[in-house]
């Protein structure tokens, strides 16, 4: 096995004495390509401690963050790099100590919860704080410390009391941030919204080169270093990566205003990548290695918890949490899990490969975690949050071709997951559950309803989907792309299409949920404008998008 120079030495330790024959299962080569660093505590303990008064320059230039809420606890997160483009953030190899503290009013005058805790070289002097004992339903403010260093101030809030009964929640989803075809001006303007949550459903990064003027962007006051014009293929290399992206001021700004719930698509790695298989001919294990370091990246660079930590090139990401009795949000991953796409990947017509009853989106456990958890869900809207396309989405020509890479593709597991739906549906004489799913990756806006038979326009509708388009993906983009038409024509379930850049807003309500897709003029160049392109709501108990 020959392991490429460029990665990491705690890489390339970790993949020794691999047997070629280990490469044929992912479970066995997961558990030989665990990282030999440990958690804070164990190896990492060892590294010595800076003073913080040996931090010269702001240590805070990736902001701050919180996420994943729970009743009484937020995950709080920051990442200490004075210099974001620099591999090791222009920090030495030392354990650095860092001061918390969370207030119930944005002046810090009343202060419920502080501590300190120490930012560890082996995870890119990233913090990760579960903040305990706060009360359900609140508004916090949040800020750290290093010297004589203070971060800009963060917003977050806690999620109500299980079983509280709810009237509203607001929330935003948000996708596909390609930093190198455009400004994230949608951005700036979602910092300005007043929502509860953004679910960001993947593609928070790409693994492809940023020229030293940074694409699209077109910089005439910088120069980007070469370190990020290279695709990503080391911890290094992703490291550098989310400090070039997370030093973006309106994404700053973003993080700063609401707590996000993230999950990750393929480009967080490598496009269209599926479980162990990678887009390319490449070494099995060599790809492992790839989806380790990205794996690691990722965690170091997101609020995540202890329970998402990586082992290795393995991250259990899908979780789950509830918004009093009007929600309950299952955050799925499609990607580490499931099966190579049939028909060599793209938009093909089905065949007997692409309908097979073993293939699976999110792999048969995910599932049935998913399942299981509808049917004990007492939440009035159970809303998903995953990356692809999962309405059925004819091809624009008329022809026979579906997307491969979306839930098209895997017919059979979409046919298990909205079974598992209906079973989970209360017995007669009580009010039903909704369901919404919220989508990225594709680009463009789309609303679609969620039938019963995907095929069959004139089957039950049994929920609604609703596609975030991108950040910047794709560049400027069109409100009518030039499919729009083939499109609306070949899919009647279609309810709403734009191809330009932006956010969705929902407005969770016991009787309704109201679905407002914003959109920006242009991302070319900074400023662009804000308009409402689409306005829907859809009924609890009666499901399907109408326009309002």
Known sequence: MTISSEHSAELRAAARGLERRRFLTLSGAAATLAFTVGLPGTASASAPALAPGKVTSDPFRLGVASGDPQPSSVLLWTRLAPEPLAADGGLPPARIPVAWEIASDERFRRIVRRGDDWAHPEFGHSLHVDVAGLAPGREYYYRFRVGSWVSPVGRTRTAPAPGAPVRSM???????????????????YLAQENVDAVFHTGDYLYE????????????????????????????????????LYKSDPDLIAAHAAHPFVVTWDDHEVENNYAGGIPENSVPPAEFLLRRAAAYRAYWENMPLRRPQFPQGPDMTLYRRFGWGRLAQFDVLDTRQYR?????????????????????????????????????????????????VTFARRASADGSANLSMDS???????????LDGWKQAQPRRGRSGK????????????????????????????LGTEVVATSITSGGNGSAQPANWAGYHEHNPHLKFYNGLRGYVLVNLGATAAEIDWKTVSHVSTPGGTLVTAGSFVTQAGSPGLVAR
């Not at 607001?170 to 700036?188: E, I, L, P």
């Not at 940023?210 to 910089?219: F, I």
């Not at 990225?440 to 019963?452: E, M, P």
């Open 208 to 243: 492809y080169a940023v020229n030293g003027a940074g694409g699209t962007r077109a910089y005439t006051d910088r120069v980007l270093p070469d370190a990020v014009n290279r695709e990503t293929a080391t911890l290094e290399d992703y490291r550098v990566r989310y400090g």
């Open 434 to 461: 909704d369901l919404m799913v919220l989508t990225g990756d594709v680009h463009v806006a789309y609303g679609f309803d969620i039938h019963d038979d995907p095929a069959d326009p004139a089957s039950r509708i």
């Open 407 to 417: 839930w098209d593709g895997y017919p059979a597991s979409r046919r298990r997951v």
């Open 339 to 387: 099966t190579d796409q049939a028909n060599g990947d793209g938009w093909k017509p089905s065949s007997a490969e692409s309908e097979a009853e073993s293939r699976t989106l999110p792999g048969l456990a995910q599932e049935r975690w998913l399942t299981d958890g509808w049917a004990r869900s007492n939440a009035q809207w159970n809303i998903l949050s995953q990356q």
């Open 170 to 188: 607001t929330f935003a989803t948000v996708s596909c941030q390609r930093y190198d075809q455009g400004y994230y001006t949608a951005y700036r």
